[in-house]
Structures are given as C-alpha cells and as structure tokens.
C-alpha cells in the first residue's frame, strides 16, 4: 500500500469519526450541541482538520442525513409483508416510517428538519435519497398515475404526523388510526 492510499485511508476513516461523533452528541444532547468545535474535542482533532473534511456544520449533517437515508430505505423495503395487498403495504411503510421518526429522533431531524444541503429531485440528487424515495413511492405505484406526486403527498403526510406528534402537538395514542386515515386516501 502507497502512501497516497495509507493517506486516503486514514482521511475516510477521519471521516466515519466525526460522522459518528455527530450522531452520538445529537443522540446524546440534540442537534444544538453539536458544534465543530466540540466535534473535534470529541476525537480529539483540531477545527481546522474537521474543515478538511467539511466545510461547515451543515455539510456534517449532511452526512449524518445520507447514512439516515442509507439505513431509512432498506427498512421500509423490508417492512412490506411478503404477502401484503397494496393497502397492507402501503401501511407497512407508513407504521416503518414513523417507526424510525421516533425511535431515531436525532438521525431524523438530520434528515428532515436541518439544514443538511442535500438536494431533493434534482438531477444531482445523491442515489441513497432516490433510493428511499423509491422505496416509498413502490408502495404508492398501485394507488396512482402521478405516482411521484402520490409518493410526495404520502411523504409529506408522514412527516406532518411525525413532527406533530414529536412535539407533543398530536397524542401519539391515536398514531395507529392517523396511519390508517393517511392509508385511506389512496384506496
């Protein structure tokens, strides 16, 4: 191994700690208390060698947000029952969804609510984002000709109940019938 590639290695692996270092502070303390500052002393690295990595807290978030997006996509596919009609799936998808929302709540405000500079439907639009989107809208296809707009309406109704229901807006009691009554509009 050259030493370029050492260097490339040791930089990606620099990488993984301040990505994991943001996501336990923001698990651990919330979103405000991850500062690059703080990022650094957590391992043990200077400000400015964070910077090398990004250049701002938001491009941190980012990257916290892509790994959410990573791990998001693959559980929604999963959710779906193997013998599920399109109603069962479409409801296995929305009950993973704000599954993840509240058992990840750190992971999803990166996601979702923060600043992350991430671009949605565009044409740079990183593959992991359309990825999940895709994983959405599979459940949405059987309902809808416009089945992006569908998937878009769909997405945009589980985060409402999400964030709603995260700050104590709506009773998290009523999740389940909230779920089938968003379920309903598309049978």
Not at 27 to 52: C, F, H, K
Request: hydrophobic share 45%.
């Amino acid at each position: 191994m050259g030493i370029s590639d050492r260097k490339q290695r040791e930089k990606a692996e620099r990488e993984k700690r301040i990505i994991a270092a943001a996501r336990m502070l923001a698990e651990r303390d919330g979103w405000g208390s991850v500062t690059v500052r703080r990022l650094a002393q957590e391992i043990e690295y200077s400000q400015p060698v964070l910077y090398t990595h990004f250049v701002n807290r938001d491009a941190i978030v980012g990257a916290v947000a892509l790994e959410g997006f990573g791990e998001l996509g693959p559980i929604l596919r999963a959710s779906v029952r193997q013998d599920a009609n399109p109603t069962d799936a479409i409801l296995d998808v929305a009950t993973a969804y704000l599954q993840f929302a509240f058992e990840r709540p750190a992971l999803y405000e990166a996601m979702f609510v923060l600043p992350s500079g991430l671009r949605f439907a565009k044409s740079d639009t990183p593959q992991v984002l359309r990825d999940t989107f895709g994983a959405m809208m599979a459940v949405v296809v059987p309902f809808c000709a416009n089945a992006e707009i569908a998937t878009e309406s769909f997405w945009a109704a589980l985060h409402g109940l999400a964030e709603l229901e995260r700050h104590g807006r709506i009773r998290a009691t009523h999740r389940d019938e909230r779920v089938r009554h968003v379920v309903a509009m598309f049978g």
